[in-house]
């Protein structure tokens, strides 16, 4: 058989403290030696699908063609379907379960070629038990796959539309004010919402600062192009490397200062002292705002 | 010389913050460029043989045929010996102290063909200190027999007879209930007995539920397939990957919320009320019992 | 183009929980696929650049000669410079922010041969926003280098005279005692101090135990070749596997006893009850010292 692939990148909430991801890991090794692994990453919280999903559709446009196999799988020995979907005229197939953790990733990539249920024993480790479908389902059809097997002999081919969709939130302007949303917070405590930049400057004036106000609280935000340009005591909104626009401090962690985790609703309006779109903005600088009104927008 | 061995598989308590792991990795590639190190894991709870020698046992037939290393050494630096142990007619050459964490893979291995000490300077790097056998000991010896080098050049041969032994816990019956052990807590909570499900059958009745007591409470848990399967409020036996008995929640963490650890004694034993194997199984089905019995049974 | 290097060894502060590292991952394997990327490790944390520098260079002597990438860059989108540093006549090249990281290692080195600044955008990714330069301009300067891009072309030659230095701090003796610091705590507690073993030696006699005087307490601690000679209750100093005095318990956590830090200003001094250097060896071993002055020694 050829070689189809040689990259399978693998992502799941296994965590590192057992031997899940090595023993993945081997059992790709054992069946298509060829293979290198890349770890996207296995720190996923338990059963997260959503930031599972996220994550890999914000990491796919960078991924080494191949195989990729993420595992986020509550359901897992339930009839819940594995399944293996091809993108990009077969440049990559995605792999996993069908719970809309591949959802995302699929549409960053063009949308579903074809798509299979991996159904097929001849291609799956014997189970002692149904609870590890990564060593015994998903692995070994990523390995065959490298080998060369056909897509086609993992088992039936299924409908890409019936496949289970992931929900992407999506912001909107309602009232000149812009409903958003954190859809990840990163090691570093940097708040990515679900918001263009330019969506921004569109809305509330180029390089305005907004205001921000979420549940908790509410905090003027400042737009900057570093972290290092946030002031001491003051939040800053950059493009961030997917961008998108992210709360973020210098140094220091705006989500765990203001209470912001994925999935916080968060309002951007103008400023209420005149700010923003409505001011001319070569009179009120950010900086020149927020020198006033950064204390009194605090939380 | 020969390519022997192209796999190194890796298992220590080095964790991952520090650069031990890393430089390891280092030491193998630099000796042995063609070899690809698998992790299997590097958060084994310091100085933990018993924890990393049963998670090497479990992965023990998943792995790639090849050297392993596994290194939980509280003893580095003494008297105890480096030791390396063939097993499967040379398949596969286990590399670690001589304390015992290699003794449960090398009997799922079928046990060992030879053994040596790993006393030849030659295949040692020079040591600047006596703490990091990892780096100094065990991956040159791995990463010279990878090249080649054969295991009786190593050191002197000695009877794998005087190897240190593991501790396997075992699970046994008596006047109709069963002592049993917490032999792992997985990421998600699981907490994995040292039970065969087929002695439950056997000792309570096909798929009946049984009581589990330990020191600090007792609850009813129920035999199910899959975690799904758990209602909420409950607690489930399945079998697990490996095909032991395990405590589940669905989506929750049994050894969390029960207060099971590794090592935890638990007592299986028929419900109080006349379930189990004394009853018809067709009259008291798990169901039955359990939604009169799941909170009486609680602690 | 040839193939100049085979090896990334890749150090950070990103975590595992994000995508960072396996992007990174997949960035270097897509630019040149016949590279393997050793991690170092990615646990640094958050912005510590002194403690990633110190951990390269002690790691720096046992790599594989190749490209290093390290980043710690809390600068990262500002006018500080991204370089590559050749050392070793070219043997390996260290690329990360100019911000002092680099520095201790390059030092191990035998110093810096050639330096260019990062400023070539031919051999970067498109950025959608400033703050990944690991993926948008790192790793593509490893992977460069490696598929065998010359070092001149990606960007100005600087002087690397010119590099911010890092900060080692010294050690040293004085009126007797000497003045040191915690270099690094390792996951087992263990505390390195920035002293040559050989140096107790001669301040306080060969092998003579020393009290440890920081601001929050004082111990007497002893001197051992291994862990387990440590007695309990008791605090030794080893020569670590670097070279170096650490400060040690049998399998506890010194630095969580005694409240040590990396950064911890330590001064070791004879003991007060006339032990020592001043003291003959042959009477006042250093078992025997200890087991009258542990207790009063303690904090």
Same mark, same amino acid.
């Given at each position: 058989?050829?070689?189809?692939?040689?990259?399978?990148?693998?992502?799941? @909430?296994?965590?590192?403290?057992?031997?899940?991801?090595?023993?993945?890991?081997?059992?790709?090794?054992?069946?298509?030696?060829?293979?290198?692994?890349? =770890?996207?990453?296995?720190?996923? *919280?338990?059963? @997260?699908?959503?930031?599972?999903?996220?994550?890999? /559709?914000?990491?796919?446009?960078?991924?080494?063609?191949?195989?990729?196999?993420?595992?986020? =799988?509550?359901?897992?020995?339930?009839?819940?379907?594995?399944?293996?979907?091809?993108?990009?005229?077969?440049?990559?197939?995605?792999?996993?379960? @069908?719970?809309?953790?591949?959802?995302?990733?699929?549409?960053?990539?063009?949308?579903?070629?074809?798509?299979?249920?991996?159904?097929?024993?001849?291609?799956?480790?014997?189970?002692?038990?149904?609870?590890?479908?990564?060593? @015994?389902?998903? *692995?070994?059809?990523?390995?065959?796959?490298?080998?060369?097997?056909?897509? +086609?002999?993992?088992?039936?081919?299924?409908?890409?539309?019936?496949?289970?969709?992931?929900?992407?939130?999506?912001?909107?302007?309602?009232?000149?004010? !812009? +409903?958003?949303?954190?859809?990840?917070?990163?090691?570093?405590?940097?708040?990515?919402?679900?918001?263009?930049?330019?969506?921004?400057?569109?809305?509330?004036?180029?390089?305005?600062?907004?205001?921000?106000?979420?549940?908790?609280?509410?905090?003027?935000?400042?737009?900057?192009?570093?972290?290092?340009?946030?002031?001491?005591?003051?939040?800053?909104?950059?493009?961030?490397?997917?961008? !998108?626009?992210?709360?973020?401090? =210098?140094?220091?962690?705006?989500?765990?200062?203001?209470?912001?985790?994925?999935?916080?609703?968060?309002?951007?309006?103008?400023?209420? =002292?005149?700010?923003?779109?409505? *001011?001319?903005? /070569?009179?009120?600088?950010?900086?020149? !705002?927020?020198?006033?009104?950064?204390?009194?927008?605090?939380?």
């Amino acid at each position: 058989m050829a070689r189809r692939y040689d990259t399978v990148t693998f992502l799941s @909430d296994y965590g590192r403290a057992d031997e899940f991801v090595g023993v993945v890991h081997s059992v790709i090794r054992s069946l298509a030696p060829h293979v290198t692994v890349v =770890d996207l990453t296995h720190d996923i *919280a338990p059963y @997260d699908t959503r930031g599972a999903g996220l994550l890999l /559709a914000r990491a796919a446009q960078y991924l080494s063609p191949g195989v990729v196999v993420a595992v986020v =799988d509550p359901g897992v020995g339930t009839a819940r379907r594995g399944v293996a979907v091809e993108v990009g005229d077969g440049a990559s197939v995605l792999i996993g379960p @069908d719970n809309g953790l591949l959802a995302p990733a699929v549409a960053m990539c063009g949308g579903a070629d074809r798509a299979v249920e991996l159904a097929n024993p001849d291609y799956q480790l014997p189970a002692p038990g149904p609870t590890f479908a990564g060593r @015994d389902v998903f *692995a070994p059809a990523a390995a065959h796959l490298c080998a060369g097997v056909a897509l +086609e002999h993992l088992g039936p081919v299924i409908d890409p539309a019936g496949l289970l969709p992931g929900i992407l939130p999506v912001s909107r302007v309602e009232g000149g004010v !812009l +409903e958003a949303e954190v859809l990840w917070v990163d090691r570093y405590g940097n708040a990515q919402l679900n918001v263009d930049p330019g969506e921004l400057d569109e809305v509330f004036g180029a390089g305005e600062p907004v205001e921000l106000v979420w549940a908790e609280g509410s905090r003027v935000a400042h737009r900057v192009q570093a972290f290092a340009e946030v002031e001491v005591g003051r939040v800053g909104v950059v493009t961030d490397s997917y961008g !998108l626009a992210a709360v973020v401090l =210098d140094r220091g962690s705006a989500a765990g200062e203001l209470g912001l985790h994925a999935g916080t609703a968060v309002t951007l309006r103008p400023l209420p =002292d005149g700010g923003g779109s409505s *001011a001319p903005s /070569a009179v009120t600088t950010s900086v020149h !705002l927020s020198a006033r009104s950064s204390r009194g927008g605090s939380a």
